[in-house]
C-alpha cells in the first residue's frame, strides 16, 4: 500500500478487499460473539463497556468526549487539505485509499550520523539535557541500527528503568521515515529515564497508560520532521514532507476516529442482537463518513 505507483497501491487495495469479503461472514460472527462476551460480561459486573478501556489509559469519559469535540471542531480545517490534493492528482475527491496510503512519495534521503545530527538540534531549542541524551544514547551504543531481516518492522525500545537506560531497536535504510521512527523511540528512552529520576513518576511503571506512554515518543518525532521543514531549502521537498505530515495527522484523527465511532454504534446495536455482514458493512461505512 505505500508503493510508489498509483496503480500498484490500487491494484493491492483490490486484492485485499477482495480477500476480506471471502472472509466476511467468519470475520463478522467472531466479531459479534467477542462483543456478546463481552457486553455479558460488563451486564454481570454491572459496568459500562468502556469503563475498562478510560481506566487503561488513565482518563475519564468527559475528558474523552472533551478531547473527540475538539477533533470534530477543527476537523474542517485540515480536510482542507484533502480539496487542496484532489485538485492536484485531477479527481473530484480523494479516494479511501487514497488517504490511507501516503502519495507523497518523499524520498528525501538522510544518513544515520544526518538524522543524529538533526534530532539533537531538533531537541536543542527545547532542552538542552534532552539533546544531550540523544548524544548519549547514541554514544553509548543503545541504539542497534544495522539493517537485517530478522529484524520486525518498525522499532523497538526495551527500557532497564533501575540503570536509567534502554535498548532500541530499528531497521535503518536512510529515508525520511526510519529517521522518524528513530526520533520516536529515542523519544521512548528519554521517557523511561524520567521514570528513574523523577520518583513520582515510578507508579507508571506497574501502570503504564497508552496517553502517558506515547506522548514523549510522538512530542521527540514532531520536533524532528517540523525541525526538517523549517530547515529545508528545497520548495519540492519542505512541500512533500509538510503534506506527508498532514497526512499522518489525518490518518490519525480520522481513522481513528472512524473506529471509535463504528465500536460505539456496535456495541450499542449488539445489546438489541446479533449483525449480519450488510449491517457490519453500513455501519461501518457511515462512521468513516461521519469520521
Known amino acids: 500500500m505505500s508503493h510508489p505507483e498509483p496503480s500498484k497501491r490500487h491494484l493491492v487495495f483490490k486484492a485485499l478487499n477482495h480477500t476480506l469479503e471471502t472472509q466476511a461472514n467468519v470475520f463478522a460472527s467472531i466479531y459479534n460473539q467477542m462483543v456478546g462476551l463481552r457486553l455479558n460480561e460488563n451486564r454481570l459486573k454491572n459496568v459500562d463497556y468502556l469503563d475498562e478501556s478510560l481506566k487503561l489509559n488513565g482518563i475519564s469519559e468527559s475528558t474523552l468526549k472533551a478531547m473527540w469535540h475538539v477533533v470534530d471542531s477543527n476537523s474542517h480545517e485540515l480536510s482542507k487539505y484533502l480539496k487542496i490534493k484532489a485538485r492536484e492528482v485531477e479527481k473530484e475527491r480523494l479516494s479511501w485509499h487514497d488517504l490511507m496510503t501516503s502519495s507523497q512519495g518523499v524520498?528525501?534521503?538522510?544518513?544515520?550520523?544526518?538524522a543524529i545530527d538533526r534530532i539533537t538540534k531538533s531537541l536543542e531549542g527545547i532542552d538542552k539535557n534532552i539533546s544531550e541524551f540523544v548524544k548519549e544514547a547514541i554514544s553509548q551504543g543503545w541504539v542497534d541500527a544495522e539493517q537485517r531481516n530478522t529484524k520486525p518492522l518498525g522499532g523497538v525500545c526495551a527500557p532497564f528503568i533501575a540503570e536509567g537506560e534502554s535498548r532500541i531497536s530499528l531497521s535503518y535504510d536512510d529515508s525520511i521515515d526510519s529517521a522518524r521512527r528513530l526520533a520516536h523511540v529515542l523519544g521512548h528512552a528519554w521517557h523511561f529515564k524520567q521514570m528513574k529520576d523523577v520518583p513520582s513518576l515510578r507508579f507508571s511503571e506497574e501502570t503504564f497508560e497508552m496517553t502517558m506512554a506515547e506522548t514523549s515518543s510522538i512530542f521527540f518525532e514532531t520536533a524532528f520532521i517540523d525541525y526538517i521543514i523549517q530547515n529545508t531549502n528545497d520548495g519540492s521537498i519542505k512541500k512533500a514532507i509538510l503534506g506527508w505530515k498532514i497526512e499522518?495527522?489525518?490518518?490519525?484523527?480520522?481513522?481513528?476516529?472512524?473506529?471509535?465511532?463504528?465500536?460505539?454504534?456496535?456495541?450499542?446495536?449488539?445489546?438489541?442482537?446479533?449483525?449480519?455482514?450488510?449491517q457490519v458493512e453500513e455501519l461501518s461505512l457511515q462512521c468513516q463518513e461521519k469520521a
Not at 252 to 271: D, P, Q, T, V, W
Request: charged share 25%; hydrophobic share 35%.
Open 107 to 114: 524520498s528525501h534521503q538522510i544518513k544515520f550520523s544526518q
Open 248 to 278: 499522518r495527522s489525518l490518518n490519525y484523527l480520522m481513522s481513528i476516529r472512524g473506529a471509535y465511532l463504528f465500536e460505539n454504534r456496535f456495541y450499542e446495536c449488539r445489546k438489541k442482537g446479533q449483525l449480519d455482514v450488510i
